[in-house]
């Protein structure tokens, strides 16, 4: 069990827009930034978003970042087949003195 | 081309050791710190340890502490991950992922394509 906890699943319809969560603590997500990955089935995952809400260059505008608090948030807009993956939160965390990924979510297009 | 490559993955007995390599091409290793990343199979991502550019600062997950070690040859760019006493619980594909920010920033801008260790006897 992670320290920084995901829904397992999240499902839409192409042309919506999704939010996955990603909720932590203050010795993680309340102190320090947010990533959040990609992971096609069969490859290596890939950066979206850093920094809480940063997008790397090469990643498209339908991704987005947010964070309040202890909690996180990646938004996919105008959802599209090729975004079914998984999507992991990262964050470091100060008690454990190292990074830690949530357990993931697996997107659905519906 | 930039990329990460990893090797030295494999069939390995429980209780037995094995290194891990990663070679990056396509930019100067010694500007980055380094990470090692696993998943086990229909599992998710789990960070195993970091290192920076000059070696002086490393730090581990916590289950995987006093078994793994991280090292890095920056002239031969290398990136090494050792691991003892391994268990089937160590059967992942294991990633090499470039560091792009501050350590407290969990962000990996470059992974490799991964290298598949299985601990079976």
């Known amino acids: 069990q992670s320290v920084v906890t995901q829904p397992p699943s999240v499902s839409e319809v192409p042309g919506q827009r999704v939010t996955i969560s990603c909720h932590g603590r203050?010795?993680?997500?309340?102190?320090?930034?947010v990533a959040w990955y990609q992971q096609l089935p069969g490859k290596a995952p890939k950066v979206l978003i850093y920094?809480?809400?940063l997008v790397p260059s090469g990643v498209a505008d339908r991704f987005s970042g947010s964070k309040s608090g202890t909690s996180a948030s990646l938004a996919i807009s105008g959802l599209q087949s090729e975004d079914e993956a998984d999507y992991y939160c990262a964050v470091w965390d100060d008690t454990l003195n190292g990074r830690v990924f949530g357990g993931g979510t697996k997107l659905t297009v519906l | 081309e930039v990329q990460l490559v990893e090797s030295g993955g494999g069939l390995v007995q429980p209780g037995g050791s094995l290194t891990l390599s990663c070679e990056v091409s396509g930019f100067r290793m010694s500007d980055y710190s380094m990470n090692w990343v696993r998943q086990a199979p229909g599992r998710g991502l789990e960070w195993l340890a970091y290192?920076?550019?000059?070696?002086?600062?490393?730090f581990f997950a916590q289950s995987v502490r006093g078994r793994l070690s991280i090292s890095r040859d920056n002239a031969k760019n290398s990136l090494f991950l050792q691991m003892n006493s391994l268990t089937a619980g160590d059967t992942a594909v294991y990633y090499c992922?470039?560091?792009?920010?501050?350590?407290?920033?969990?962000?990996?801008?470059?992974w490799g394509q991964g290298t598949l260790v299985t601990v079976s006897s």
């Open positions: 920094s809480d809400d």
């Open positions: 290192i920076n550019s000059d070696t002086s600062t490393m």
């Open positions: 992922a470039r560091d792009g920010g501050n350590f407290n920033d969990a962000f990996f801008d470059l």
């Open positions: 203050d010795s993680n997500i309340g102190n320090n930034g």
